[in-house]
């Protein structure tokens, strides 16, 4: 079964940046969409940013001009620069991977922006 592995949260202070990454364990074809999730304790799961196959981005609004996502389609992964971090971003952070076939969770990484 495809598995997503992220990697790249930890702690960080405000005004700081961190890159997250999430690879896909297999080739994974005819990918639709690739984002990122966060999800703070007793909280819904919201969005963070997403992008298409096409390109297209969206993104939460407390985040833009913030974060940036990208992907490498020849290696199944998709990334999330965060810049300029506040305390409230502070939460677990998941990636998703949607294709014609299957969809995908990875197993979360922690985000820490504290001083």
């Known amino acids: 079964q495809v598995q997503l592995v992220e990697s790249g949260g930890g702690l960080v202070q405000p005004g700081g940046a961190l890159k997250l990454s999430c690879a896909a364990s297999?080739?994974?074809?005819?990918?639709?969409?690739m984002g990122w999730y966060r999800q703070a304790p007793g909280k819904e799961r919201e969005l963070v940013a997403t992008?298409?196959?096409?390109?297209?981005?969206n993104y939460e609004d407390s985040v833009k001009g913030r974060f940036t996502i990208a992907r490498d389609g020849a290696k199944n992964t998709v990334y999330l620069q965060m810049n300029n971090l506040k305390p409230e971003d502070t939460t677990v952070y998941y990636c998703?991977?949607?294709?014609?076939?299957?969809?995908?969770w990875g197993q979360g990484t922690l985000v820490t922006v504290s001083s």
């Open positions: 998703y991977i949607k294709s014609r076939s299957l969809e995908r």
């Open positions: 992008i298409t196959n096409g390109g297209s981005t």
């Open positions: 297999e080739i994974i074809f005819s990918i639709d969409t």
